[in-house]
């Protein structure tokens, strides 16, 4: 199984400023058939579904705010929110779909 | 717009079986380019994949190693719906229950149902 770890377990950003949560995979996620990363952000809100934010590493899902970002490649990748609002509060989850089973991040809490 | 619309019980005893439906509105369970899933969330786990079904010419099924030997997920074409059900369940089974939606295309679940507390005890 493909372990995920996420770091800090929180964090706390003042309005405006930027919050970078981190991910690690255990082994690459990198399919280089299609050259893609297979990762996904979520972002979950209490009593909420997550809700995706980012796949393939980088690529926002409609509707997302641009202040949401994705990056990395391989094993190690950054979910960055260039300048925090009050509504970022939230968890956020790294998840690969590279393998089953589907793994996800312990999650970071972000708070202001 | 899909919608995942969940319902279940609440409370299973101890040794029962967990059942969850998952009715789909805005898409069909048997389309080409979609994936359904079961997760489940809670404090002890976190976020858990618990499996998935999809139709490419006839049904296939994925299951998490760790429920392997006590889940079913069945498609239901007649009721556009997709149901879990997990056997002889334990007090470690308690959680919130998610069907989720991958679309062919991008690889991440990108439409959640609202989630099912399932409370095991007796």
């Known amino acids: 199984d493909i372990v995920m770890t996420q770091s800090p377990d929180s964090l706390a950003v003042s309005l405006g400023e930027r919050a970078t949560i981190n991910c690690k995979s255990s082994?690459?996620?990198?399919?280089?058939?299609?050259?893609?990363?297979?990762l996904a952000w979520y972002q979950q809100k209490p009593g909420q579904p997550p809700k995706l934010l980012i796949y393939w590493a980088s690529t926002r899902e409609s509707g997302v705010p641009d202040r949401f970002s994705g990056s990395g490649s391989g094993t190690d990748f950054t979910l960055t929110i260039s300048t925090l609002q009050a509504e970022d509060v939230a968890v956020y989850y790294c998840q690969q779909y590279y393998s089953t089973p589907l793994t996800f991040g312990g999650g970071t809490k972000v708070e202001i | 717009q899909v919608q995942l619309q969940q319902s279940g019980p609440g409370l299973v005893k101890p040794l029962q079986t967990l059942s969850v439906t998952c009715v789909i509105s805005?898409?069909?369970?048997?389309?080409?380019?979609?994936?359904w899933n079961w997760i489940r969330q809670s404090p002890s786990r976190g976020l858990e994949w618990l499996g998935r079904?999809?139709?490419?010419?006839?049904?296939?099924?994925d299951y998490a190693a760790s429920v392997k030997s006590r889940i079913t997920i069945n498609p239901d074409t007649s009721k556009n719906q997709v149901a879990l059900q997990l056997n002889s369940v334990t007090p470690e089974d308690t959680a919130v229950y998610y069907c989720?939606?991958?679309?062919?295309?991008?690889?991440?679940?990108?439409?959640w149902g609202l989630g099912t507390l399932v409370t095991v005890s007796s």
């Open positions: 805005g898409d069909s369970v048997s389309s080409n380019s979609v994936i």
């Open positions: 989720g939606r991958v679309v062919a295309g991008n690889g991440a679940f990108d439409s």
């Open positions: 082994q690459s996620v990198f399919y280089s058939s299609n050259n893609k990363n297979f």
């Open positions: 079904t999809y139709y490419k010419s006839k049904w296939y099924t």
